[in-house]
């Protein structure tokens, strides 16, 4: 069993930035893929960012360039930092998990099978 923690989520004002971290317990994190997801009220779970336990990371279209995934396997944290927000980004932010190879990453829910409980992000305009 994985357990996952996220935190880092608030109230911010367009353009404004949050770093938002995803600890892992439970089993070590280098054997973890991770994924982020978000879903905004009335809206399906959606892929955000992803990263395998080689590194190799990976985005959803809407968000390069202001979102950077990167992994701290010491510490089992996964952090997601976020440019540039807009009242678009709005959500409740989850981190995911699965047992995977090097150097893959999955961009679907079913692709993970551990779940936190997620943060709420709000970004006014």
């Known amino acids: 069993q994985v357990q996952l923690v996220e935190s880092g989520g608030g109230l911010v004002q367009t353009g404004d930035s949050l770093r938002l971290s995803c600890v892992a317990s439970g089993r070590p994190l280098s054997s973890l893929a991770i994924g982020w997801f978000r879903q905004a009220p009335g809206r399906e779970r959606e892929f955000v960012a992803g990263?395998?336990?080689?590194?190799?990371?990976d985005y959803a279209d809407s968000v390069k360039g202001r979102l950077k995934i990167s992994r701290e396997n010491a510490k089992n944290t996964v952090y997601l930092l976020m440019n540039n927000l807009k009242p678009e980004d709005s959500a409740a932010y989850f981190c995911?998990?699965?047992?995977?190879?090097?150097?893959?990453?999955?961009?679907?829910?079913?692709?993970?099978?551990?779940w936190g409980q997620g943060t709420q992000v709000t970004v006014s305009s």
């Open positions: 990263i395998a336990w080689s590194g190799v990371f």
């Open positions: 995911a998990a699965t047992v995977a190879r090097a150097n893959w990453i999955g961009e679907s829910r079913v692709d993970y099978n551990y």
